[in-house]
């Protein structure tokens, strides 16, 4: 019988490596990600109690602003608390069965989140293109329809990529350099030669999504042509201020997520992808709640409308 290698651990746990264990550097990031998380978590929970809370909110658009504030919460809850906490404990590791748990979440949330972008964007769509239809266009199972493709669509993508990564071997180094369990740095650790069972998936991923960001551009440069038309000036600058932060947050997020899984996997620690996984499990969660709410005047109407009748009630 050929000798059995002893050289080879099978990995239990996963070491994330994602910051420097300066002290500084250290409480910096503390600090950094303490703040975003707390935007974060205030602008979408107040989004979800607001819409929620008020009947004059229960329309189609802020149905599905109340889900993309839930999923952003998601996305980011299931990064920075682990890491602040690994930080504070001055433990870096995460179990084996919680690496998959992260990986799918974080892979569920962008990818349902990118969807459901995409069928808001839709509702823009027929609100600013087709008014007269709107009510007809988006009505109440429509709305159920897209929001329910856009959570079953990123939960197979989510299970797809996590039963492809953790179908590879771990059996050597156990260092992740990343804040969190990342597909791309796992895959840059895998002692499986093969890894064909989890790109596919990657590049299934990546042509879904270009084809919801040139839907986006199309259906964006149709809102932008019907702008034109508005007589008022002040009504264009309004739709312009509006249409072009979503854009932007968008493309941030969707490339940067691209760049990231299309990148050349490697072992080694790199500043630059850092920032691209801050990018797109944070850019979106923190901004979208100013983007798409706060800005909003029937959001803060009905925020002001719900602090009277609790004041009142006091």
Same mark, same amino acid.
């Given at each position: 019988m050929p000798?059995?290698?002893?050289?080879?651990?099978v990995? /239990?746990?996963?070491?994330l +490596?994602?910051?420097?264990?300066?002290?500084?550097?250290?409480i910096?990031?503390?600090? #950094?990600?303490?703040?975003?998380?707390?935007?974060?978590l205030?602008?979408n929970?107040l989004?979800?109690m607001?819409?929620? #809370?008020?009947?004059? $909110?229960?329309?189609? &658009?802020?149905?599905?602003?109340n889900?993309?504030?839930?999923?952003?919460?998601?996305?980011?809850?299931?990064?920075i608390?682990?890491?602040?906490? @690994?930080?504070?404990?001055h433990?870096?590791?995460?179990?084996?069965?919680?690496?998959i748990?992260q990986?799918?979440l974080v892979v569920?949330?962008?990818?349902t989140e990118?969807?459901?972008?995409?069928a808001?964007?839709?509702d823009h769509y027929?609100?600013?293109?087709?008014?007269?239809?709107y009510?007809? /266009? &988006?009505?109440?199972?429509?709305?159920?329809q897209?929001?329910?493709?856009?959570?079953?669509?990123?939960?197979?993508?989510?299970? +797809?990529h996590?039963v492809?990564?953790?179908?590879l071997?771990y059996?050597?180094?156990? %260092?992740v350099?990343?804040?969190?369990c990342?597909?791309?740095q796992? $895959?840059a650790?895998?002692?499986?030669? @093969? #890894? &064909?069972?989890?790109i596919?998936p990657? #590049?299934i991923s990546?042509?879904?999504?270009?084809?919801?960001?040139?839907?986006?551009?199309?259906s964006?440069?149709?809102?932008?042509?019907?702008?034109?038309k508005?007589?008022?000036r002040?009504?264009?600058?309004?739709?312009?201020?509006?249409c072009?932060?979503?854009?932007?947050?968008i493309?941030?997020?969707?490339?940067?997520?691209i760049f990231?899984?299309?990148k050349?996997?490697?072992? %080694?620690?790199?500043?630059?992808?850092?920032l691209i996984s &801050?990018?797109?499990t944070?850019?979106?969660?923190?901004? @979208?709640?100013i983007?798409?709410?706060?800005?909003?005047?029937?959001?803060?109407?009905?925020?002001?409308?719900? $602090?009277k009748?609790?004041f009142?009630?006091?």
């Amino acid at each position: 019988m050929p000798p059995t290698p002893t050289n080879l651990t099978v990995v /239990i746990e996963f070491i994330l +490596m994602g910051f420097s264990t300066n002290k500084n550097i250290c409480i910096f990031h503390l600090v #950094l990600f303490f703040f975003i998380y707390f935007c974060a978590l205030m602008g979408n929970v107040l989004i979800i109690m607001i819409t929620i #809370l008020d009947q004059n $909110l229960h329309t189609p &658009m802020y149905y599905l602003l109340n889900n993309l504030s839930f999923l952003d919460l998601c996305l980011i809850s299931v990064t920075i608390p682990q890491s602040v906490a @690994n930080s504070l404990s001055h433990s870096n590791s995460i179990s084996f069965t919680g690496c998959i748990v992260q990986v799918f979440l974080v892979v569920f949330s962008a990818t349902t989140e990118l969807y459901l972008l995409t069928a808001m964007c839709f509702d823009h769509y027929a609100a600013i293109c087709h008014p007269l239809h709107y009510e007809i /266009i &988006m009505n109440k199972d429509m709305c159920v329809q897209l929001t329910g493709v856009s959570w079953l669509g990123g939960g197979l993508i989510a299970l +797809m990529h996590t039963v492809g990564t953790f179908s590879l071997s771990y059996c050597g180094s156990n %260092i992740v350099h990343q804040f969190f369990c990342d597909i791309p740095q796992l $895959l840059a650790i895998s002692c499986s030669e @093969n #890894l &064909m069972i989890e790109i596919v998936p990657i #590049l299934i991923s990546v042509v879904l999504d270009i084809c919801c960001f040139i839907y986006i551009i199309i259906s964006y440069v149709n809102i932008l042509s019907t702008v034109k038309k508005i007589p008022s000036r002040e009504g264009q600058s309004k739709a312009y201020c509006t249409c072009l932060p979503h854009l932007v947050v968008i493309t941030l997020f969707l490339f940067t997520g691209i760049f990231a899984y299309l990148k050349p996997a490697s072992g %080694i620690p790199s500043i630059s992808d850092l920032l691209i996984s &801050m990018f797109y499990t944070m850019v979106p969660p923190t901004f @979208n709640p100013i983007i798409y709410s706060l800005r909003n005047n029937a959001m803060k109407t009905s925020l002001q409308r719900l $602090l009277k009748k609790t004041f009142t009630k006091k």
